[in-house]
């Protein structure tokens, strides 16, 4: 089967972000920057996939610069067969990317497309959903387990109050959870493997798309400062401020 | 123009509080706007629970039947809520950012073409809104174009709607779906079990970390603690991860915002990923065996002390006062 992994490339989680004092960003300088880990999920998963159908096709897709072909080497030393990067300097809104996600899916043909549930930097939760309805696709969201028998998906996913199970047939759009599996990392050999893996770089412009963003940045600012308040020195005393002072019990 | 369609989430004919935020976050973004806010249930039988909703104050409720929304599947419902839109004219679709305001929003807002707003925080009189990006270490100030807008809010940054004097009137309608169009496939639901006051509607909430070190500990030496003070429990990553718990009660930037009178936080780090769920509580105390972890940043009030001594003291020390 043919899967397509749509990646992004975001700071690492553990980097701290500082908004930059003029609002129109964050500070880069002491950024390292890594594969979004939903979408590090998302490749895990069609590895094991792939493993198990001993066959099939894993293709990366990333809306972005020419720095982010690093995070698409990374997803080849996983494992991937190859990537294509959809190059694009400007700013694109989350519909803007699932367009063009949708279009490249269009020339591709993959069976399944699996994305992270959210990216971490901008938090939207939005690309898997709407690429699915842009192309008519049954969509899993928050999937934390995923089972394919023939053309048939079944889907554990990740709700309020439990997990659901829904199912449907391919193709399909499915979004990763933190429980879907671990992922690996890449081997050696694979580094040395993915430098010779197709990376297919491909203009925004020569595709096409029509794509003004709807939703529109004005400023960051940095959230307001919750303080540090005091050490108590026993459970007497938590109990006693949390009953007197705070008057919350 | 104006007019706010609020997408009022059910189940098992009941609605949960963050239901009402909407109601009522739909209700302040129509007055803002010069427009009404009208809630809209969908479901093959969603009459007794429109009833319910006309409680709370909407100009209008809308009861959509149809028998493809027995159970929510996200394409049925965006497909019938994105024929409701273009049938009303209206401007704004909102709902609360709970798991089924995810899935189900941007696909709508695909289907309609519109940009959409996840987990706005504020609504600003020059019609901006404010969301948290990066796990809330960066508060974006953002802009909606074009004839209709998609929305969803955070569930601690609104309150929830109030009975109001008067029954909104309700109206009731065919949802128009393609079922030919539909493929999603609804098996079932596996409800987690529990006596406790939902994670997201509490007014404590007490929460176990790693530290727990087990599921067997966090039933013997947490959850005596979360009775007594009446409270819902929730957890880290790292303690769903290892199976402590079900994944339902992870807070933080992937999982659960909360934001209750009092939060406490036993075994817990406190990385970036869980502060970005909780540290809106209005009170934050922290137990924990290092003094240097970072949950003590932002905790009101924080103890240094092995959690498994502190915690059986603590349920001692409540029922003292209690008994006061
Ligand atoms: C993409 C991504 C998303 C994430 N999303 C979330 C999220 O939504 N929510 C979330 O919580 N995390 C999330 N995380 C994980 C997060 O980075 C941390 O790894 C996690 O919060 C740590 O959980 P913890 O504090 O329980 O464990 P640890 O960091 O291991 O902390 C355990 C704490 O327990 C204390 N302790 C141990 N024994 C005792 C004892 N006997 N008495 C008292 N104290 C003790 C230790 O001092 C320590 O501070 C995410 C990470 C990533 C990469
Ligand atoms: N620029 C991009 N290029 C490729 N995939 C993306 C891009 N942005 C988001 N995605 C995918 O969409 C998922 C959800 O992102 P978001 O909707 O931004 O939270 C991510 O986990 C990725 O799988």
Redesign the interface.
């Known amino acids: 089967m043919k899967i397509l992994v749509p990646i992004k490339r975001v700071p690492d989680p553990a980097t701290t972000i500082r908004v930059l004092p003029d609002g129109s960003g964050i500070a880069t300088d002491n950024v390292k920057w890594v594969i979004n880990p939903f979408d590090e999920i998302a490749i895990e998963e069609a590895l094991r996939i792939k493993e198990k159908q001993s066959g099939g096709e894993i293709v990366l897709a990333t809306v972005g610069q020419t720095t982010w072909q690093e995070q698409l080497r990374t997803g080849l030393a996983m494992g991937a067969d190859r990537a294509i990067l959809v190059k694009n300097d400007g700013y694109l809104d989350s519909l803007g990317i699932a367009k063009v996600l949708a279009r490249v899916i269009s020339d591709e043909k993959p069976e399944l497309v699996l994305l992270g549930k959210q990216a971490i930097d901008d938090d939207s939760n939005q690309t898997g959903q709407m690429l699915a309805e842009l192309l008519g696709w049954p969509q899993a969201t928050f999937a934390s387990k995923v089972e394919i028998a023939e053309s048939k998906v079944t889907v554990i996913r990740e709700v309020d109050g439990g997990l659901e199970t829904i199912a449907f047939k391919l193709p399909a759009i499915i979004t990763t959870d933190l429980r879907l599996n671990e992922p690996r990392y890449a081997s050696l050999p694979g580094i040395m493997k993915a430098r010779k893996k197709e990376l297919k770089e491909i203009p925004l412009d020569s595709l096409g798309l029509a794509l003004s963003p709807k939703l529109k940045i004005k400023k960051l600012t940095a959230p307001p400062k919750r303080q540090a308040g005091k050490k108590v020195g026993s459970v007497a005393e938590l109990v006693s401020v949390l009953h007197t002072e705070a008057k919350v019990i | 123009m104006g007019d706010v369609l609020v997408f009022a989430e059910h189940?098992g004919g009941h609605f949960?509080k963050t239901t009402l935020t909407a109601v009522n976050a739909g209700t302040e973004l129509a007055k803002r706007r010069g427009g009404s806010a009208i809630a809209v249930v969908m479901g093959d039988a969603p009459d007794a629970v429109a009833a319910e909703i006309a409680k709370y104050g909407a100009a209008k409720v809308i009861a959509l039947k149809h028998p493809a929304l027995k159970n929510y599947?996200?394409?049925a419902h965006?497909a019938a809520l994105a024929a409701l839109v273009k049938k009303t004219g209206a401007e704004f679709v909102l709902t609360t950012a709970?798991?089924?305001g995810?899935?189900?929003?941007?696909?709508?807002?695909?289907?309609l073409?519109?940009?959409?707003?996840?987990?706005i925080t504020a609504i600003n009189d020059d019609g901006?809104y404010v969301r948290?990006?990066?796990?809330?270490?960066?508060?974006?100030?953002?802009?909606?174009?074009?004839p209709v807008k998609v929305i969803t809010v955070r569930g601690t940054a609104f309150d929830a709607a109030k009975p109001a004097p008067s029954a909104s009137p309700v109206e009731n309608l065919d949802a128009e779906i393609d079922s030919a169009?539909l493929?999603?496939?609804?098996?079932?639901?596996?409800?987690?079990k529990s006596d406790r006051p939902q994670l997201?509607e509490a007014r404590?909430v007490v929460s176990g970390g790693r530290g727990l070190k087990s599921g067997e500990n966090f039933k013997v030496v947490l959850e005596p603690l979360v009775d007594e003070?009446g409270a819902a429990m929730g957890a880290s990553?790292a303690a769903?991860?290892a199976g402590f718990v079900?994944?339902?009660l992870?807070v933080g930037?992937?999982g659960?915002v909360v934001a209750p009178?009092?939060y406490v936080a036993v075994g817990i780090s406190g990385a970036?990923?869980h502060l970005a769920g909780m540290?809106d509580s209005?009170?934050?105390?922290a137990?924990n065996k290092d003094?240097e972890a970072p949950i003590?940043?932002?905790?009101?009030?924080?103890?240094?002390?092995d959690l498994f001594k502190?915690v059986p003291?603590?349920v001692e020390?409540?029922k003292?006062?209690k008994a006061h």
């Open positions: 189940l949960p599947l996200a394409d965006a709970t798991a089924e995810k899935d189900l929003m941007p696909r709508l807002a695909a289907r073409d519109a940009p959409m707003a996840s987990e901006t948290p990006m990066y796990a809330g270490n960066a508060m974006a100030t953002i802009e909606l174009e074009g169009t493929k999603q496939e609804f098996v079932s639901f596996n409800q987690t997201t404590i003070m990553r769903v991860d079900p994944n339902d992870q930037q992937t659960k009178e009092l970036i990923q540290k209005k009170i934050i105390a137990i003094e003590f940043s932002v905790a009101d009030y924080g103890l240094v002390a502190a003291e603590m020390e409540l003292k006062v």
